[in-house]
């Protein structure tokens, strides 16, 4: 199957500074993106879905100005987080879609998360 | 809104033998998918299994089948002779056009 890569795998940051996190489809074009957040012994929660060269779409809830997603190209999505708090603690995981190829059905990749450990 | 129910948290089997992951949600629509994805202790979401609304038959991949009851909006997950490396977490999702989402989770533990 496909790869979706991300970077860092794990990063520790202090209160108030921001993080980024880069999302990469390594061996496809990905037209959408998604963003989700799991937290320790929960569920994965869709924060953002991002198409490629237009503004991401956030899930109720999600601060928008907290959690800057930008999906510049094809194989790109990155994730800031602006203002970084303790509470932003979570384990971050981006997945990728590649187009639509005629099928019905186009496959969903996941990458391999990234952990934020905000000080 | 659609939701996922895995009213499981936590699933115990020794291994060779067989298990059963249950899964329910809730939706409108006539037309979406179904999956159920393994997450080791990696955290790497592995797909195990996807089922298309629209067909009838079950969904098999190897050890794993599903046992995909519409009316019910029902969607259970088979594992046959359970391996040490079945350990893990294993999440249903319902996904439909954009939209995915994913049930609580169960804890699957396998004793050897």
């Known amino acids: 199957g496909a790869v979706v890569s991300q970077h860092p795998s794990r990063v520790i940051c202090k209160s108030g500074t921001s993080v980024k996190i880069e999302c990469r489809s390594l061996?496809?074009?990905?037209?959408?993106m998604f963003w989700y957040r799991q937290f320790p012994k929960q569920s994965l929660m869709l924060m953002a879905t991002?198409?490629?060269?237009?503004?991401?779409?956030?899930e109720q809830g999600v601060e928008k100005d907290k959690f800057l997603i930008n999906h510049a190209s094809l194989t790109l999505s990155t994730l800031t987080v602006t203002s970084a708090h303790p509470e932003d603690s979570s384990f971050y995981i981006c997945?990728?879609?590649?187009?639509?190829?005629?099928?019905?059905?186009?496959?969903?990749?996941f990458g391999p998360g990234t952990r934020l450990t905000v000080l | 809104a659609q939701t996922v129910t895995q009213s499981q948290p936590e699933m115990s089997v020794q291994e060779a033998e067989t298990v059963t992951l249950s899964c329910t949600y809730d939706t409108s629509e006539s037309d979406y998918y179904l999956f159920w994805y393994k997450q080791p202790p990696s955290r790497q979401m592995i797909l195990v299994i996807r089922q298309e609304a629209y067909k009838q038959q079950n969904a098999t991949e190897n050890r794993f089948s599903v046992n995909f009851q519409k009316a019910a909006k029902s969607f259970s997950l088979k594992i046959s002779d359970s391996q040490l490396g079945d350990a893990a977490m294993y999440f249903c999702?319902?996904?439909?056009?954009?939209?995915?989402?994913f049930g609580a989770g169960t804890r699957l533990t396998v004793k050897p």
């Open positions: 997945s990728a879609r590649d187009p639509p190829s005629g099928a019905t059905y186009n496959e969903q990749f």
């Open positions: 991002s198409n490629e060269g237009s503004k991401a779409t956030y």
């Open positions: 999702a319902y996904r439909i056009y954009n939209d995915m989402r």
């Open positions: 061996d496809f074009q990905a037209t959408t």
